[in-house]
Nanobody, 115 residues
Framework: QVQLVESGGGLVQPGGSLRLSCSTS????????TGWYRQAPGKAREWVAL???????NYAASLKGRFTISRDNAKNTAYLQMNNLKPEDTAVYYC?????????WGQGTQVTVSS
């Protein structure tokens, strides 16, 4: 059973930064495509960023330049660095690892951007 644990969320003022982490104890990490998603209140879950096993990254167009996805295979941990945060970034953020046909989701971490 693959379990993902997210951390790093919290309350931040507009313009601030947060770094989210997503860790797993499983051995699949280096074989997985890593994704970050978010879900704002009353809205559907939306894709944020993607990191392939070869290191290719991709971002939602509206977030490119402010968010950075990365991964440390030695620590079995993925990261989402979020800079210049805006109130509209408020959401629960989820990480997902995809290995072949299987997807594994974390429990989510709340990010609130407010003054």
């Amino acid at each position: 059973q693959v379990q993902l644990v997210e951390s790093g969320g919290g309350l931040v003022q507009p313009g601030g930064s947060l770094r989210l982490s997503c860790s797993t104890s499983g051995s699949i990490f280096s074989m997985a495509v890593t994704g970050w998603y978010r879900q704002a209140p009353g809205k559907a879950r939306e894709w944020v960023a993607l990191l392939t096993t070869s290191g290719t990254t991709n971002y939602a167009a509206s977030l490119k330049g402010r968010f950075t996805i990365s991964r440390d295979n030695a620590k079995n941990t993925a990261y989402l660095q979020m800079n210049n945060l805006k109130p509209e970034d408020t959401a629960v953020y989820y990480c997902k690892l995809s290995v072949g046909p299987n997807d594994y989701w974390g429990q989510g971490t709340q990010v609130t951007v407010s003054s």
